[in-house]
Each structure stands twice: as C-alpha cells, then as structure tokens.
Nanobody, 119 residues
Framework: QVQLVESGGGLVQAGGSLRLSCAAS????????TGWFRQAPGKEREFLAA????????HYTDSVKGRFTISRDNAKNTVYLQMDSLKPEDTAVYYC????????????WGQGTQVTVSS
C-alpha cells in the first residue's frame, strides 16, 4: 500500500514557477513508477509526466515538455514536479499517482493540489 500527499500548489502569475511535491508513505515507494496528472474544470484528467522507480527514465506529454521537470528523491520518499513558464491554461488540480513497474494502470492516487495561473 502506498499513500500519496501532494503539496506546493497555489496562485502564480503567468510566466512564473511552482514546484509540486508528492510525499509517499510505505517502505517500497522506491519500487514504484510515479506520475503527475492534472484535471481542469470540465475536462478529462490529463497525463503530464512520469518517472521510473530508479529515475532512470522520464516521460512527458508534449504540452509540458521543456517547461515541466519530474524528479524524485527515494531517500525522502518524494517525487517533484518543477513547473516553469506557467500559462493560464495550466490551471488545474494536480495529482500524483503511483504504480508497480509492470502494472498497466496507476493504482494509488493523492488527493490533489490546486494550481491557478493568472494572466
């Protein structure tokens, strides 16, 4: 079992930066692939980025490539999402999620943190 808690959301002006954190419980968190997703009002949940358990590989959706960076510190059981050059369309609730390496879907989800980007 893994429990995830996001933090770091807030209000920022367009062009600004935020760093989201996802703190995990459980000794085996370092074995999980972790991803960040977001959901804006009236829209479907959108995948943003993922990082493998050892941080050997990362993957991003095109809309955030070059602006967002996912990283992890397994010693701290934490995954981060550094968000730069934020745009008003980045406004959403941001979620982190985790899955076992071979699982086809993310099994564990946090409660989300709100990010609002003003123009």
């Amino acid at each position: 079992q893994v429990q995830l808690v996001e933090s770091g959301g807030g209000l920022v002006q367009a062009g600004g930066s935020l760093r989201l954190s996802c703190a995990a419980s459980g000794r085996t968190f370092s074995m999980y692939t972790t991803g960040w997703f977001r959901q804006a009002p009236g829209k479907e949940r959108e995948f943003l980025a993922a990082i493998t358990s050892t941080a050997s590989s990362t993957h991003y959706t095109d809309s955030v490539k070059g602006r967002f960076t996912i990283s992890r510190d397994n010693a701290k059981n934490t995954v981060y999402l550094q968000m730069d050059s934020l745009k008003p369309e980045d406004t959403a609730v941001y979620y982190c999620a985790a899955k076992e390496r071979l699982s086809p879907q993310y099994n564990y989800w946090g409660q989300g943190t709100q990010v609002t980007v003003s123009s």
